[in-house]
């Protein structure tokens, strides 16, 4: 079934129109999305590798979960269902920590542009890695990294290339907010 996805203005607010995901990556409409960046207290980070059969980004590393915000949904209602559909983890709306939202446009081909609203949060990783159920035609692979690496590799010289390039401020803060909490 199309999921539909509200349009939003350049400053993120909403147009108050909705159309299928379809349309909007075919036109390079902004539209909201959820990032969820999970870690435990060894300062290392959940990071997905990205299903092989996607259209953007296949097998590249990511945020520990991310997806799109159906039309009407809450930005929190969205961010608890992508976590438990991605790896099968339920969380409460108060497990979800704010930290910002990153405005990204890539342009994949013509008739592909994403176009989007990242609203990311923070979460402490409340099982093993092992208790993870990822959802397999989204997720490839799990694993947690020290946070250093991801630093590094992410937005250094080291291996950027295998990371989603969401840019080297996106990666910042996302590390400094999770340092912070350690």
Known sequence: MEEFVDILDEQGRPTGESCSKTLAHRKGLLHPTVHIWLYNNKGEVLIQQRGRNKGSFPLKWDVSVAGHINSGETVLAAAVREVGEEIGLQLADSDLIPIGVS???????????????????????????????????????????????LAEESWGLAKAALFVPHGPSYYKNVITQIKNRL
């Not at 949060?121 to 990294?145: D, H, M, N, T, Y």
């Open 103 to 149: 405005k990204a446009v890539h342009r994949h081909s013509d008739t592909w542009i994403d176009a989007e609203f990242h609203h990311i949060f923070l979460c402490e990783l409340p099982v093993p890695l092992g208790l993870l159920r990822r959802q397999e035609s989204e997720v490839e692979a799990l694993k947690l990294i020290p946070l250093p690496r």
